[in-house]
């Protein structure tokens, strides 16, 4: 069986997923709801720092930067290739 949730902070650069969840029990997390990080919105990583963090993402049409502690908080769902 192919893994197909991951948490955001590990989806690859360039690929787009489907926001799942958010740790509602963070206190960062109504910040993210506020920002439109809600269940069933398409997210796509753009770009890493060179360190690795923070991460640009885009989402409904603008690009917002997270550190990976709080991208760790998303659940994602990326659909397997189908060749």
Do not use: H, Q
């Amino acid at each position: 069986m192919v893994r197909t949730t991951y948490s955001l902070a590990d989806l690859p650069e360039g690929s787009t997923g489907t926001i799942r969840d958010i740790d509602a029990l963070s206190p960062t997390a109504r910040r993210l709801l506020d920002m439109g990080f809600v269940p069933g919105t398409p997210i796509k990583a753009i770009k890493r720092a060179p360190m690795g963090d923070p991460t640009t993402y885009e989402i409904r049409g603008y690009l917002v930067g997270l550190r990976r502690t709080e991208s760790a908080l998303i659940d994602v769902e990326i659909k397997p290739d189908v060749k």
